[in-house]
């Protein structure tokens, strides 16, 4: 293993796959590939991809690190759930990073502002927490910092990992601020029948 620590960061909350490979101060690799779907058949291979370009295997790793959200509901669950698993496995500690605390590190003087559906923006503000907010709404609140470079996100990810690892104590955990869009079926569901 290293003597710095090796922290891998992935992110799968919007319309992307990225994912950065942090040792000791330095990003080694980070690859971002743009994608309405299809994060779940592609993110381990990416993981392995990068690992693979910096010489780097699984066993390497000291850590985790992933964005929690908020976002796109199924990629957070995709990221979320991938880095569950790879701590288990590894056993490593996973870090799970808002994407309020990764606009943060960039833009301190600014409301960290994630793009939502329908002209809405993921806003937090000490006084209110993360909410959903039209962007008219969010805009009289001051500046807004918003972050459309998934590559800067997912590297900022990995920093704050690097930061947290070590006294980390929970598994990462989804950060959902609305309801989801799809609703649970109304079908009845059929008889079982005993044997």
Not at 149 to 157: E, K, L, N, P, S
């Amino acid at each position: 293993m290293p003597s710095e620590p090796v922290i891998l960061a992935f992110d799968t909350s919007a319309a992307h796959c990225a994912a950065a490979l942090l040792q000791g101060d330095h990003i080694v690799t980070s690859k971002v590939e743009a994608m309405t779907r299809g994060q779940a058949e592609r993110l381990m291979p990416l993981l392995e991809e990068g690992l693979a370009e910096a010489g780097r295997t699984w066993s390497d790793l000291s850590a985790i690190g992933v964005g929690i959200g908020p976002g796109n509901f199924t990629g957070i669950r995709i990221s979320v759930s991938a880095a569950r698993g790879l701590a288990l496995g590894l056993g490593v500690p996973a870090v799970g990073v808002s994407g309020f605390e990764a606009l943060s590190a960039d833009f301190q003087d600014r409301i960290p502002a994630i793009r939502a559906p329908r002209e809405q923006v993921y806003i937090s503000t000490p006084e209110t927490g993360p909410t959903l907010q039209t962007l008219e709404s969010a805009e009289s609140l001051g500046p807004l910092a918003f972050n459309d470079d998934a590559d800067q996100q997912v590297r900022a990810i990995a920093r704050i990992a690097a930061h947290r690892w070590r006294t980390v104590t929970e598994p990462p955990a989804p950060l959902y601020i609305r309801s989801a869009d799809a609703a649970p079926s109304r079908d009845v569901p059929p008889a079982l029948l005993d044997e």
